[in-house]
Every structure is written in structure tokens, then in C-alpha cells.
């Protein structure tokens, strides 16, 4: 009997420890973070909610694939992800995000997307969001 719960305890503290990293994290800036669980096609736009390092809350899902910010605004390319199948690369996504220093899950205020490339267009004139701040950070693999 005791072989039995060694066993499940060792299995119990291996599934913890595999749970407790990431694949990919990223810091953008503030409490804003480039991460992935598993692989990079999981790569999504997190915002840190906690002391607990692998604690992030899911703004834009995955497979975000190009990211720009400033001070006020981030922009970001993602194709729509399913899990366990390849991205669907013939589809882009948009989305505009408002840099805050704190981010509301219920509400999602300040977040704009999915749009199409015209609406993203529109959306960032919009806001007065200007050319200068373009996509510099491109994960060529995942576009």
C-alpha cells in the first residue's frame, strides 16, 4: 500500500513541477508579457496578475506572431490557433491594446480585436495611434 501512494505522490509532485514553467515568456513592458505554455505556436499576449511567476492572465490568444508598442498603445498580428493543429496562417487577425497599468479581465476595456486589416486601419486613425509605431518585434517562424 505505501508502494501505491509513493507513487502517486512522486506522480502528483512531477505533474506540479511540469505545470510550474513556460515554454516562452517575454516581457514587453509594465505587466505585459509574450508567453507560450507548451510550444511557440501558444504564443499569446499575457498580463502578469500575480507574485507567482507563471501566473498570466490571457489578453490575446494565440498564435500572435508580430507585436509593436509604445507608451500609450501595442498593436499585434495573431492567426486564430486551435490546439494540437497548426495555425491557420491564411487568416490574420488585429488587434489594438491600450497600455494600462492595470488590466480588467471582466470588462476588457481598451482592447480592440479581432479586426480585419481595414478595420484595424480605421480603429488606429481612430485613436490617433501614428505610423511611427510599427511591428519591430516579428517571430518570422509563426507569420
Not at 38 to 54: A, I, M, V
Not at 107 to 131: A, M, S
Request: aromatic residues 16%; charged residues 20%; glycine residues 6%.
Amino acid at each position: 500500500m505505501t508502494l501505491k501512494i509513493n507513487y502517486f505522490i512522486l506522480a502528483i509532485i512531477s505533474f506540479l513541477q511540469s505545470c510550474e514553467s513556460l515554454a516562452f515568456k517575454e516581457h514587453l513592458v509594465g505587466n505585459y508579457y509574450l508567453v507560450a505554455s507548451d510550444d511557440e505556436h501558444q504564443l499569446g499576449l499575457g498580463y502578469h496578475t500575480s507574485e507567482d511567476e507563471d501566473t498570466f492572465g490571457e489578453i490575446v490568444p494565440a498564435t500572435v506572431f508580430a507585436v509593436g508598442f509604445n507608451e500609450n498603445y501595442f498593436i499585434l498580428k495573431q492567426h486564430p490557433y486551435i490546439f494540437a493543429k497548426p495555425p491557420k496562417t491564411n487568416i490574420t487577425n488585429f488587434y489594438i491594446l491600450r497600455n494600462q497599468k492595470s488590466f480588467n479581465f471582466r470588462t476588457r476595456e481598451g482592447v480592440y480585436g479581432p479586426l480585419t486589416y481595414d478595420q484595424f486601419t480605421l480603429k488606429r486613425h481612430e485613436l490617433g495611434i501614428p505610423d511611427s509605431l510599427s511591428f519591430n518585434i516579428v517571430y518570422k517562424d509563426l507569420e
